[in-house]
């Protein structure tokens, strides 16, 4: 694993998610599916996409008390999904029950990742909403090494975080990144952005790319360009 392109599907329906796979006839995209269409759809979509080939990291960014999320886990790691995630706000306590409720009597399981601080929570409403009055690089940085601590495999965070990340977790620990956009390509409503050829020297394990191939004039053509500048095939 690493190394990879994974395509945010955010469409609101299985409809739209599937006509836009089936256009790549070539190598399948690894997709991921998030709240939107989980909720509109439920497991199934999963299931169908999974069977169409797709590696699938699932997006959900589970939050609640570890008992509970414990279960949920219990329950998701029976799709067969590659990826899944919690937030690591849940505590290190939360995220060791979510590692146990992932792992398969076999001990096979998903890889687990946490997300950090949101790429839309700026210091200002850290410091005001959740009232953590310490720099917002440090509380990323301290969030990801609870994960680590907890047992996970890697953390959700901005590609410009990726090599303290790894500077200070570990080279193994994976660093899935959104927040890619190509050159001239416009921000949207992300703010800290890479190109997927910066995020292959910041040495982001994996980039979540959405609107630069989803919105594209021609998507397979905007995911093999973001294959060639970040995976360089
Ligand atoms: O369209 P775009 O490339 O901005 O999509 C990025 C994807 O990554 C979206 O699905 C968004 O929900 C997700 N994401 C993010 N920032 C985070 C966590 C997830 O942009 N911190």
Same mark, same amino acid.
């Given at each position: 694993m690493g190394k990879d392109v994974i395509v945010a599907c955010d469409f609101p329906n299985k409809e739209q998610t599937l006509a836009f796979l089936e256009q790549f006839t070539g190598r399948k995209p690894f997709v991921k599916i998030g709240m939107e269409l989980f909720y509109a759809e439920g497991p199934d979509v999963v299931r169908e996409i999974k069977a169409r080939g797709h590696k699938i990291f699932l997006d959900l960014k589970l939050h609640d008390i570890p008992n509970t999320v414990k279960s949920a886990m219990r329950v998701l790691t $029976? !799709?067969?999904? $590659?990826i899944i995630n919690v937030h690591a706000a849940g505590t290190k306590a939360m995220m060791a029950a979510a590692l146990e409720g992932l792992t398969r009597e076999d001990g096979s399981r998903p890889l687990l990742i946490a997300v950090t601080q !949101? /790429?839309? /929570?700026d210091q200002k409403a850290m410091e005001e909403d959740l009232w953590i009055e310490k720099p917002l690089p440090d509380v990323v940085m301290h969030y990801a090494q609870c994960t680590k601590e907890a047992g996970l495999d890697g953390v959700v965070c901005s590609p410009l975080e990726a090599k303290a990340v790894h500077g200070a977790c570990g080279e193994g620990f994976l660093t899935v990144t959104p927040g890619v956009r190509f050159a001239e390509s416009a921000a949207g409503d992300q703010k800290r952005i890479m190109t997927p050829a910066q995020a292959r020297i910041e040495g982001c394990d994996y980039i979540v790319v959405g609107r630069p191939i989803t919105r594209a004039e021609d998507p397979v053509a905007a995911y093999e360009r973001c294959c060639r500048e970040y995976i360089g095939e």
């Open positions: $029976d !799709l067969g999904v $590659d !949101l /790429t839309s /929570t």
